[in-house]
């Protein structure tokens, strides 16, 4: 049977709800729809029992979901038994309509026989309305803060420019890696002088313009370091300016967040990329001499900002992902490293290098966190030649030595790989979100390699993606039924981070429901340990103070 709403009328609304309550409504992208509901016909019931073949059939193939529904009907091996011929929109949507419950049923069936249903109907489609309202409200933007800083970066970004074209001798495309690369090696032969062997790309099998051989390049001339600088500029003001500005509407920017983007279950945000938008001050010198260490700094996040009577509260979990592994690799050492009131990167470095915490450098601490993640996601010598700056021998006498002190990290992948390999490269994470890795048993050595990295990295951050999913599920349900009602609207999601918009008011009773409520979402997995949560406060994303929870 198919309804039909001919128009917008109060009475028409009331039926549309209470069909939609009353009944499972199955649906392809329902985010929009949900959106459209409240935007366009103002129902804003979130009671609607709401299932999304889209996302439902994402979780059957991760690594390959469907963009449409064409693909959706392929990934399901489903053919219509019919076409239509027909340019009646009414018409068209029914033979849809009968093609979307053909293909339910057949989703429904799989998800059930894969094991999937829970994570489908626990996680992702209770997330479903979170996200769509996200979607809906938006962040607000400081337009003027956003135009004034955009003024010094564009006003930099001219004076590096002009440098580059007196270092060469020449105006060029700086953006051309063409011309760059023309330049640098036919024109300066700056890799015959500096006796450097330029690796080749790739793709072109041509010399490299990368970052890695402009450095090795700068001892003999100003011009690399220049269009480093450059690049560096550039990228900010495309990115985290121009980028942003053109999404802008009304003084809010509403970006579309995707729950089915990443394999690992990770949301993701597009048009634009809020998740981006780097947490640091942003240095307008990139080699800073003794004259530049009072250059300015940008503040990307803090043209984010809250309502009238309102401020911005975000909540971040602290080192969610080596609590997971510590957790599925029950490495006791590292849990009570975990435990300890102290920076854990600076214990871990002590342990390892055999010193005092009070010893430990800034250096040695960014090392051991690097490696610590390096090896939570499989990371082979040469990724740690990149992620360290060492030479190969180097590289692998400190992964060594690494392992020595924290065996776990190690032999955690090696089991991880193993089980992969006896189940047909199926793996599961902490809350049943499976994906398959093809190429875990390949005789070539590459892809087998390329594989074991993405199992490993499955299991931690997939299961702190989902933890964190679970944290916008369960708070989102504590604060819509807090007693007296709480005003605070989830605006942000950046992975292990979330941010609200809350009346000044509420941020008290906010605050200690969000911290309760994420500190113990783990035990939904079976998670025995707290997740700790740092909470912060402020009228901007960018200028945020800790806040004290009141007991």
Not at 481 to 487: E, F, G, I, K, L
Request: a positive charge.
């Amino acid at each position: 049977m198919f309804y039909c709403f001919k128009n917008a009328s109060q009475k028409n609304k009331e039926s549309l709800t209470q069909l939609l309550k009353s009944t499972k409504v199955i649906s392809y992208d329902a985010r929009n729809i949900l959106i459209y509901l409240k935007t366009q016909l103002q129902i804003y019931d979130n009671t609607f029992s709401m299932y999304d073949a889209k996302i439902g059939a994402s979780l059957l193939d991760p690594d390959n979901p469907p963009e449409n529904f064409s693909e959706l009907q392929k990934l399901l091996s489903f053919t219509a038994p019919y076409t239509i011929a027909t340019e009646c929109p009414l018409q068209k949507a029914a033979w849809y309509l009968t093609l979307l419950r053909e293909c339910w049923s057949r989703l429904n069936s799989l998800l059930v026989e894969k094991q999937l249903w829970q994570v489908f109907v626990d996680i992702e489609m209770k997330l479903l309305p979170i996200i769509a309202e996200m979607e809906r409200r938006g962040v607000s933007i400081d337009l003027s803060k956003l135009k004034s800083m955009e003024e010094v970066l564009v006003n930099r970004t001219r004076l590096v420019e002009q440098a580059c074209y007196k270092a060469a001798g020449k105006v060029f495309q700086i953006n051309s890696t063409v011309q760059v690369r023309s330049i640098l090696y036919d024109e300066l032969q700056l890799d015959t002088k500096c006796n450097v062997k330029v690796r080749e790309t790739l793709a072109g099998g041509v010399k490299s313009t990368s970052e890695i051989m402009l450095r090795s390049l700068m001892s003999e001339h100003p011009l690399p370091k220049l269009i480093l600088e450059y690049r560096h500029l550039h990228k900010a003001h495309a990115t985290f300016l121009a980028g942003i500005a053109q999404h802008v509407r009304d003084g809010v920017v509403r970006p579309t967040w995707v729950q089915t983007a990443a394999a690992t279950g990770r949301i993701a945000s597009n048009n634009p990329n809020l998740q981006a938008i780097p947490k640091v001050p942003f240095s307008l010198v990139m080699f800073p001499d003794d004259e530049d260490k009072e250059s300015v700094q940008l503040k990307f996040r803090s043209v984010y900002v809250a309502g009238a009577g309102q401020s911005l509260l975000a909540a971040d979990f602290q080192h969610v992902e080596c609590r997971v592994f510590a957790h599925v690799a029950a490495d006791t050492a590292l849990l009570r490293a975990l435990a300890a009131p102290r920076d854990l990167f600076v214990l871990l470095a002590a342990q390892w290098l055999n010193v005092s915490e009070s010893a430990v450098c800034v250096a040695d601490r960014e090392r051991t966190k690097r490696l610590v993640y390096a090896s939570l996601y499989g990371a082979g010598t040469r990724k740690l030649m990149e992620i360290l700056d060492l030479t190969y021998e180097h590289a692998l006498q400190v992964a060594a030595s690494f392992n020595r002190t924290f065996p776990s990290l190690k032999s955690f992948g090696r089991r991880v790989v193993w089980e992969c390999s006896q189940a047909g490269g199926r793996l599961s994470t902490l809350s049943g979100r499976a994906r398959h890795f093809a190429h875990i048993n390949s005789k070539d050595f590459a892809l087998k390699s390329h594989a074991e990295r993405q199992a490993v990295n499955f299991i931690v951050q997939g299961s702190a993606a989902d933890i964190c999913k679970m944290a916008m599920i369960l708070t989102e349900a504590e604060l819509r039924s807090a007693t007296p009602p709480v005003d605070a609207h989830l605006v942000l999601q950046i992975h292990d981070e979330l941010v609200w918009e809350v009346r000044d008011e509420h941020i008290p009773v906010a605050a200690g429901i969000i911290k309760r409520v994420m500190e113990g979402c783990g035990r939904q997995f079976g998670m025995s340990i707290s997740l700790p949560v740092a909470i912060s406060v402020g009228k901007n994303w960018g200028e945020m103070e800790d806040y004290n929870v009141p007991v």
